[in-house]
């Protein structure tokens, strides 16, 4: 991108100049970009100020003393129900009048979107710019009362006599007055006059008309506050927050603007995950509907606890459904259901199993209802039986505290051994540094495994029942508890299980304090339960963690802009601010970090404001719903459920780090990447998203494509010498984590130069294509299931067939209607072993004398139809004498009134029939003597070899004696040289010309030559596939040869084109059948293609095998912070320039890569998982 180029291009500046004016005031338009009549203006302006007008008439009652103070507002509340309807009803008037409004032509599009026409100051088309009028009828009405409401308690809430007297002093009223009442009008004219755009956008869509509720909803929560603190008195807290927050209500248009304040739909997601998260010890879900139920279910145990009267059963409550809550209980109910309905119908599925039913099992089953009971015996036997004296150095909690503190280091150390790097700086001496094989890589790498099975023991049992003896020691739970002992405890034994190592150290920075502070008198030993206190600590934790991953990708921005190029004024100028500035920029980072907000860097510039607060998943839409699907995606899907396998081993091991709802993985192979998200954590089991980015790279995304290969490459393949032992790429957002065997696609594109156009290879491809051909085609005659059905019939029989030779004629048969539908066939290979299909065939049989002269006379010879029924163990169906008819001999020209008939032939061979082709190949397009001409081609020693090779018949001792003699016939070798050189001259045409490699490419592509034998092939979908098969296997042939060697025998060439049959795929990249082969995991594909740049032709080569990828985390305040401006820049500023500054390739923030990631319509990765299950024990 050119320096000069401006974050927002001409037309943008200019748009965001006109919505920002109005999204601070709520809707009014003011800057219309054209001359607008004055009333326009006027009328905003009244329509504006209303809510004062009408809340000032109750506030001046008041005042005089006329009216009580909730009178008062219930008559402005009234009035402005009253004016809201009439409003409203004004806006439905002005949609149904019907009005014809003479427009000007003009040449600017734009223009022509923007500007109005207005005729008066009370005409329909002002009524619809000024009031544009609900979508729904429903909420016509509840906007209406819910802007009475607002009006009303605004009024009580502004009452000049109750702030001068909740502040002591009339100075500061008149201040908080007018400027609250600025803010209240605000409210009103977005709910019930025109809704503004908001900078705080969650959903790309306004489908329910959520928006309008923001600033009211915020409205209201300031006045529920007033209204407590009025009727619930005598607490010095709430009078406090109240003051405070009367002051914060004039600032709400300024937090409204800034985008700080969220949306309704993602502030009850958002509080929800954090209700669930460190009020009640749960998890953010993995979707929406989990997240309401498992909070439901988890509020539910809180109170239930609380009304417990035993203090044992308490301890066992809370013990048994912290852990059942604590299971992934979906993941298992599905499995028992499918379980229980395969037992019920008696079949079990032949499918592949899902990664559910793969992960779990009837022992995992076992192992939970033992955990379980063991859990519930400790924890009831410590209560009952231990002393519970207050926690000293000698006490019994005092020492499973201690064994607590050991267990931490012991964990913390074998996590950190299993990573390539400690605290993401240092090189990590016991990592595998022999990367170059998988064999080597994992073999040296089962010891680290062992490790982390030590490890997953210590964190899955020990460490949570050592949890379990602390909790059950504390003499909180002896007496009668309370409602703050029901929340701290009942999360406290979730988290044992919900979260270990997280509980782990929360549990051992309580106690650690707690020690440390002997003094009972401090308000944290005196006013506070061990509950309260890991609640306590779990929120500083988990803030804590957020601040450092602010402030460390706030520095990355800040260095990021100093050394951009692009634009280096502008960046230089505003580090330069950031650091004069750092006190409120660390302000703007600890808000951002109380409210679990994304750290949004305005069009990614070290501008720094605070996003709105969001759930963990950023986006409203449900996981993996959408994606830019492609050609590409496919290797996605073939990929995920390996990876997921990896993913399992290494989350187990603990080479991932800690896992934590929110974590970001990048993932690394060859042309792949791939975006790993945590959306869940429980016992023994997380949910992740993987997602896809696109193969086809663009400049920017090359540019970080190659950034995080040399990131990996300094973390995993450099050699290290004296110094190297710190992380060179520590600035970077990517810190590489581990290397994840995994069984997948490598993707090789080599140049045919020197092979495709070889003489002396053209000249051995045209006899190799023969040879391929006949190979073919025996093994499709040798497999096709109707032999198979006859081969018992058919030994038992000891006559020849009789074959039915017409006259010799150079005219191709004719085609019957029935024919036709040949054409339109489906071309796959999938079914080109299968048998016609029944009703076709039954046709054929029906109809098949239709396309012969005089076949309703009876043939000299042969049998009558009527008494086949009669006679069938005798004689052959007709049907089957015909599948030998005409095979390489025209047909009678229907031209003719009489027919010939020759004497009948038939095989030398009582069981050549089962070989014989299908009768729809045995017309003629060919002269005989060019048929003739080109025999000596055909290999006759290879088609002996090939048919004893055969592996067709059931009895053994039989099928070599068999086979001789079939191999014999000379009468089905003639056959099939006639099918064989009809196909060749097909491929190649009827000159027999040397094939050039454009023509190779083209027929590899299915663009064969015309010619009389194309178009009698193509009237036979089964035999053009099988014929280009052929022509593909044998362009592979051609490329192994001259990679790996000629062929020295018939053996090695059958072998070979065995394995091409049963390992491989050869064919286009468009067809289907290649992504079939990719899912069904082919373990080789190749494809012909041509690079029009360079001018050559290439060979793709995907092989499949188990290979190394690369694994990294990402700074997730990085990721959600990118995203925040993404949304923000797309949403509000509609800045979907494809070439912005915010999307340009940036080495430490990987800019285009993570807005790629980011979910549709804002970001286009071409796969995108559901939540997966991987289970850790």
Not at 560 to 566: P, V
Not at 778 to 792: D, F, L, M, S, T
């Amino acid at each position: 991108m050119s320096p000069d180029v401006p974050l927002l291009n001409d037309y943008k500046q200019d748009f965001f100049l006109k919505r920002f004016p109005q999204t601070v005031l709520g809707g009014p338009r003011l800057k219309l970009g054209y001359c607008a009549p004055p009333y326009i203006y006027v009328n905003q302006i009244i329509l504006f100020l209303m809510p004062w007008v009408l809340g000032g008439i109750g506030t001046v009652l008041y005042q005089i003393g006329l009216l009580k103070d909730y009178c008062a507002a219930a008559l402005s509340g009234g009035l402005m129900l009253f004016t809201a309807f009439v409003i409203q009803f004004t806006s439905l008037y002005a949609k149904n009048k019907s009005t014809r409004v003479e427009r000007m032509l003009t040449t600017d599009i734009l223009a022509e979107e923007d500007e109005h026409e207005f005729t008066s100051c009370a005409g329909a088309e002002t009524v619809r710019f000024l009031i544009p009028g609900k979508k729904y009828i429903a909420n016509t009405f509840f906007h209406s009362v819910l802007a009475g409401f607002v009006c009303g308690l605004g009024t009580w809430y502004l009452l000049p006599n109750r702030i001068t007297l909740l502040y002591g002093s009339a100075g500061g009223t008149a201040p908080i007055f007018v400027f609250g009442w600025v803010t209240l009008c605000i409210g009103e004219y977005s709910l019930i006059v025109n809704t503004a755009t908001e900078t705080a956008t969650f959903q790309t869509q306004d489908a329910y008309e959520i928006t309008p509720l923001l600033r009211p909803l915020y409205i209201f929560f300031f006045v529920s506050v007033d209204l407590t603190h009025r009727f619930v008195v005598n607490i010095p807290a709430l009078e406090q927050m109240n003051r405070i927050l009367h002051i914060l209500f004039i600032f709400l248009p300024f937090l409204w603007a800034l985008g700080t304040l969220p949306p309704p739909d993602a502030l009850c997601l958002w509080a929800m995950e954090q209700v669930l998260e460190f009020g009640l010890g749960g998890s953010p879900m993995s979707s929406h509907l989990r997240l309401l139920v498992m909070l439901i279910i988890s509020a539910g145990t809180v109170v239930i606890s609380y009304f417990i009267p035993s203090t044992v059963g308490v301890v066992l409550f809370m013990t048994g459904l912290g852990f059942l809550l604590s299971l992934d209980l979906s993941d298992m109910s599905f499995v028992f259901q499918r379980n229980l309905t395969r037992h019920r119908e008696g079949t079990e599925s032949k499918a592949l199993p899902s990664s559910s039913e793969k992960q779990f099992s009837w022992k995992e089953c076992l192992f939970y209802i033992i955990v379980l009971i063991l859990a519930l015996l400790e924890t009831s036997l410590l209560h009952h039986f231990a002393g519970f004296s207050q926690v000293s150095k000698s006490s019994s909690q005092a020492m499973v505290a201690y064994i607590l503190m050991i267990l931490l280091l012991i964990l913390w150390i074998l996590r950190e051994i299993q990573g390539i790097y400690i605290f993401g700086i240092f090189r990590n001496p016991f990592y595998p540094k022999d990367k170059q094989t998988v064999t080597l890589f994992v073999e040296k790498q089962r010891k680290l495994l062992k490790i982390g099975v030590v490890r997953r023991i210590l964190l899955t049992l020990v460490s949570p029942f050592a949890m379990l003896a602390f909790l059950s020691l504390d003499s909180s739970l002896q007496g009668l508890h309370s409602l703050s002992v029901s929340i701290g405890f009942t999360r406290a034994f979730r988290m044992v299980w919900q979260n270990t190592e997280n509980a782990l150290l929360e549990t051992v920075i309580a106690s650690a304090v707690h020690l440390l502070i002997s003094s009972s008198d401090l308000w944290w030993n005196r006013s506070l339960d061990t509950g309260i206190r890991l609640l306590l600590v779990g929120v500083l934790r988990d803030r804590l963690i957020q601040f450092i991953c602010k402030l460390q990708f706030a520095v990355t921005v800040l260095w990021a802009s100093w050394t951009e190029k692009k634009r280096r004024k502008t960046t230089t100028t505003l580090c330069i601010l950031n650091i004069i500035f750092s006190p409120f920029v660390l302000f703007i980072i600890v808000f951002a970090t109380l409210l679990s907000s994304p750290l949004l860097p305005l069009f990614t510039l070290p501008v720094f404001l605070v996003g709105f607060p969001r759930p963990i998943q950023s986006w409203p839409g449900a996981v993996g719903t959408s994606a830019c699907v492609c050609a590409d995606t496919v290797y996605y899907y073939q990929m995920v459920p390996r990876l997921t396998a990896a993913l399992h081993t290494a989350m187990a091991a603990g080479s991932l780090g800690l896992l934590l709802p929110g974590s970001c993985y990048l993932g690394r192979f060859q042309d792949r990447l791939l975006w790993i998200m945590v959306l869940e954590h429980g016992y023994t089991y997380c949910r992740i998203n993987i997602k896809g980015l696109e193969l086809q790279e663009t400049s920017c995304h090359t540019a970080e494509a190659q950034r995080v290969d040399e990131v990996f490459e300094g973390a995993f393949e450099q050699v290290c010498t004296k110094g190297c032992f710190l992380n060179e790429h520590f600035g970077n957002i990517l810190t590489p984590c581990a290397v994840l065997p995994v069984k997948l696609y490598s993707d090789a594109r080599n140049v045919l130069s020197g092979i495709i156009d070889s003489h002396e290879n053209l000249k051995e491809f045209r006899s190799d294509l023969v040879k391929v051909l006949v190979w073919i085609l025996i093994h499709y005659c040798a497999k096709r299931p109707r032999i198979q059905e006859n081969i018992h019939k058919t030994e038992s029989k000891k006559e020849a067939p009789l074959i039915i030779v017409p006259a010799l004629s150079t005219s191709p048969r004719p085609k019957s209607p029935e024919d036709t539908e040949s054409l339109h066939s489906d071309w796959s290979d999938d079914n080109i072993f299968d048998d016609e299909p029944t009703v076709k065939r039954r046709k054929e049989e029906k109809d098949q004398f239709k396309d012969f002269p005089g076949t309703h006379l009876p043939i000299p010879g042969s049998v009558d139809p009527q008494r086949v029924g009669d006679h069938s163990t005798s004689t052959v169906h007709e049907n089957s004498l015909y599948r030998a008819v005409l095979f390489g001999y025209p047909a009678v020209d229907k031209g003719k009134q009489d027919t010939t008939y020759v004497p009948l032939m038939e095989f030398s061979c009582s069981h050549s029939h089962l070989l014989s082709l299908p009768e729809e190949w045995r017309s003629n397009c060919i002269p005989n003597s060019k048929i003739k001409e080109m025999s000596s081609l055909f290999p006759e020693d290879w088609y002996q070899f090939v048919l004893r090779q055969l592996e067709c018949f059931h009895s053994e001792e039989k099928a070599s004696t068999l086979l001789e003699e079939i191999a014999k016939d000379r009468v089905l070798k003639d056959f099939y040289v006639h099918i064989v050189m009809t196909c060749y001259f097909s491929l190649f045409g009827i000159d027999n010309m040397a094939p050039s490699p454009g023509h190779i490419l083209r027929v590899f592509s299915g663009v064969l030559p015309w010619s009389s034998a194309l178009d009698w092939l193509t009237e036979k979908p089964e035999l053009f596939q099988l014929a280009l098969k052929a022509f593909r296997y044998t362009l592979k042939l051609m490329v192994d040869k001259a990679s790996l060697g000629p062929v020295e025998d018939f053996k090695e060439l059958a072998n070979c084109l065995e394995e091409y049959e049963s390992d491989w795929y050869i064919g286009l990249v468009s067809d289907e059948k290649w992504e079939e082969a990719v899912l069904q995991e082919k373990p080789g594909l190749f494809s012909l293609g041509y690079d029009p740049n360079m001018g050559v032709y290439t060979g793709r080569v995907l092989t499949l095998q188990e290979l190394l990828i690369q694994v990294g985390k990402l700074n997730a305040e990085a990721v959600k912070g990118q995203w925040a401006n993404l949304s923000w820049e797309l949403l509000y500023a509609t800045n979907d320039d494809e070439e912005r500054y915010s999307i340009q390739a940036h080495p430490l923030l990987l800019r285009n890569l993570t807005v790629q990631a980011a979910d549709p319509p804002l970001g286009y990765p071409i796969y995108s998982s559901k939540p997966l299950p991987i289970h850790l024990c």
